[in-house]
Nanobody, 129 residues
Framework: QLQLVESGGGLVQPGESLRVSCTAS????????IGWFRQAPGKDREGVGC????????KYPDSAKGRFTVSRDNAQNTAYLEMNDARPEDTAVYYCGASDICRDYDPDRHLNAGDFDSWGQGTQVTVSS
């Protein structure tokens, strides 16, 4: 069974960049699309990007386009989420999940957490000066 572990969160100042990682164990990451989501206290889990199993297809909801970049290295069994120009409203626990393909939905190309499973425990990202 696929197990995912997120890492790399921490405290970042506004305007800075941060990269968080999602590493697979038990079985290879390769066959799975990986979605990145975040959840702030009192809010629903929100998708910020998804990358297909072969890394060719990437999808971003309109709300995340331009500041978030998803990538992966299947040889390292790891997927990445890079956030640029960090803002206080980006403060959240960041999670990765697995799916067969990346799906987005109209009208804003949002991702649906229900399409993913094998969630990791999350990594806290705090944006503050």
């Amino acid at each position: 069974q696929l197990q995912l572990v997120e890492s790399g969160g921490g405290l970042v100042q506004p305007g800075e960049s941060l990269r968080v990682s999602c590493t697979a164990s038990q079985i290879p990451l390769g066959p799975f699309a990986i979605g990145w989501f975040r959840q702030a206290p009192g809010k629903d889990r929100e998708g910020v990007g998804c990358i297909s199993a072969n890394g060719i297809v990437v999808k971003y909801p309109d709300s995340a386009k331009g500041r978030f970049t998803v990538s992966r290295d299947n040889a390292q069994n790891t997927a990445y989420l890079e956030m640029n120009d960090a803002r206080p409203e980006d403060t959240a626990v960041y999670y990765c999940g697995a799916s067969d393909i990346c799906r987005d939905y109209d009208p804003d190309r949002h991702l649906n957490a229900g399409d993913f499973d094998s969630w990791g425990q999350g990594t806290q990202v705090t944006v503050s000066s």
